[in-house]
C-alpha cells in the first residue's frame, strides 16, 4: 500500500514536471515567435522610411532640373529679345 502510493506520488511528481517543462517550451516559443514579429515590424518600417526618403531625393531632384530649365528657358527668351 505504502510502495503504491509512493510509485503514484512519483509518477504525479513526473507529471506536473513534464507539464512545467510544456508550459515553458510554449513560453518561449511564444517569446521567440513576439521577438521575430517585432524585428519584421520594425525591417518593414525601415523599409517604408527608405523608400520615403528615396521618394522625397527623387522629388527634390525633379524641382531642381526644373528650376534649371526654367532658368535656361528665361535666358534662351532674353537673348532672342536682345537679338531681335
Keep these: 500500500m505504502q510502495e503504491t502510493l509512493a510509485k503514484m506520488e512519483r509518477i504525479?511528481?513526473?507529471i506536473l514536471m513534464q507539464s512545467m517543462q510544456r508550459k515553458q517550451q510554449q513560453e518561449e516559443l511564444r517569446q521567440c515567435k513576439d521577438l521575430e514579429a517585432q524585428q519584421?515590424?520594425?525591417e518593414k518600417l525601415l523599409k517604408?522610411?527608405?523608400k520615403q526618403r528615396k521618394k522625397e531625393?527623387?522629388?527634390a531632384r525633379r524641382?531642381?532640373?526644373f528650376e534649371?530649365?526654367?532658368l535656361k528657358k528665361a535666358k534662351e527668351e532674353a537673348e532672342n529679345e536682345v537679338l531681335y
Excluded: D, T
Design 63 to 65: 524641382a531642381v532640373i
Design 12 to 14: 504525479k511528481e513526473k
Design 48 to 50: 517604408e522610411e527608405e
Design 68 to 70: 534649371q530649365y526654367k
Design 40 to 42: 519584421l515590424k520594425e
Design 57 to 59: 531625393e527623387g522629388k
